[in-house]
DNA sequence: ATTAATAGTTACTTTTGGTAACTCAAAATT
DNA sequence: AATTTTGAGTTACCAAAAGTAACTATTAAT
């Protein structure tokens, strides 16, 4: 009985195991859930993995409804994981200078392939809402 | 200047701009990381998907820290968008089994992905936050 | 006779997210 | 010359979301 099938179902648990898992006090899959699954996390590594290095209000703009306060708070927490590096210029007024490490690009590409699927399917989503 | 960097380039812009683009309303992109993006519905996907149909506390057994209200927000909100289904069996005590639907599954595949990512990169983003 | 199990719901509290106003100094506008 | 604008934020406040604890009904087990 060790059809494809069940070969697959065998993945899932596993990665629902790693996706459930802590070591010592981390889980690194809800970690990374955690990190990504705040409101602008996501946009704003799209942005910057779409136009390379911005500037904050650049970034603000691309975004077009994101706070000024949530987007300080969301560029600070991806640069304290290693996602974006922040470069600060001494003038006035001032220049801030953001960009993707390339721990943020290997991000992106999954982030990518995600807006992928999203872009296929939701329509098929929206359908079943309307279906309530 | 067609380099492949280029292109990779002008391939993010295109993926940024769907997923800050409006289309009667919604944007497909932003609508799905807000479906994904609450704290459990990923981890509730897991755990149908590698374990199959389970009933309510299995899940909730499964995944440890969720509570009853938040489990019951989260599957509603599956179903309603499709991606889980819900069996009510008439008997006493209650008897509810769980399973992800086909588009749920194609999504799943998608967060395995995610997961293998964060699993192979969690290390280094813990580092990170440490250096800090 | 009391306790446990099932799948929830309801009321309440805490945490998080969002809004508006404010900062500073220089450059541009009137 | 005086006001406004720009840039990158910060602070205080308010609304929304998430988490906690207690409660529901009925049956089977202790």
Redesign the pocket.
Known sequence: MENTAFKEQKKFQDIFWKANETRNGICPVRDIIARIS???SMLTIYALGGYGTL????IKRLIG??????L??T??NLETDGLVE?K?FPE??????YNLTPLGFSLLEQLVQLGGWAEQNSAAIIKNRKAQ
Chains 1, 2 share one sequence.
Do not use: A, G, H, I
Request: glycine share 0%; proline share 8%; net charge positive.
């Open positions: 705040d409101k602008w500037r904050f209000n650049e409804d994101v706070s000024q306060r949530m300080t708070v560029l600070r922040r600060v006035v007024p001032p220049r801030v200078e």
